[in-house]
């Protein structure tokens, strides 16, 4: 045997034996940069929706990007209003473009003893007093409540002023 294909052989037998002990099927990275690991099911990732994380931050993937969250409220919030199944523990880079913090979604939330709006697409605005709070949720009544939100808004939304 020549010591080329020998050289072929013993990398095809060791691949082998890994996929075997390995959840990820062993395979050298001949090209840079090294392509990332293929998924469970062996679909493309882009087109996939979803939640996913990378072993420290969870995503959500909307088929064409992904986006990250603020805080574990966010995720819980944003979880509430798009259902979307695990696509387990994933290379970010696989599901396109990083779109930054995800929108937060529609709805009422609570900061600091004081209940906000959000519009769904990244504002929110307050109330000058129960009284409007109450109009306004009357006037939308399909709109959820999502509770105390644990972070700053102001970190991943722009604040509008007086809800109208």
Same mark, same amino acid.
């Given at each position: *045997?020549?010591?080329? /294909? ?20 062993? =395979? ?28 420290? $931050? ?23 209003? /798009? ?19 995800? $929108? ?8 600091? #003893? ?8 990244? $504002? ?32 991943? *939304?722009? =604040? $509008? #002023?007086?809800?109208?």
């Amino acid at each position: *045997m020549k010591k080329g /294909n020998l050289l072929i052989f013993v990398f095809c037998a060791f691949a082998t034996a890994l996929s075997t002990v390995s959840a990820k099927p062993a =395979y050298a990275c001949l090209v840079e940069p090294c392509p990332s690991w293929p998924t469970p099911d062996n679909q493309p990732t882009q087109n996939r929706v979803g939640y996913f994380d990378n072993g420290g $931050t969870v995503f959500y993937a909307n088929g064409t990007s992904h986006c990250g969250f603020a805080s574990p409220k966010h995720l819980e919030f944003f979880q509430r209003v /798009n259902q979307a199944p695990s696509l387990g523990r994933q290379d970010p880079g696989s599901f396109g473009a990083y779109a930054g913090i995800c $929108t937060f979604p529609s709805g009422y939330f609570d900061n600091g #003893g004081t209940v906000f709006f959000s519009s769904g697409n990244g $504002t929110f605005c307050g109330f000058r007093n129960p009284q409007a709070l109450e109009s306004h949720q009357r006037s939308r009544p399909q709109q959820p409540s999502f509770g105390r939100l644990d972070r700053d808004p102001n970190r991943f *939304m722009g =604040y $509008t #002023g007086v809800c109208s």
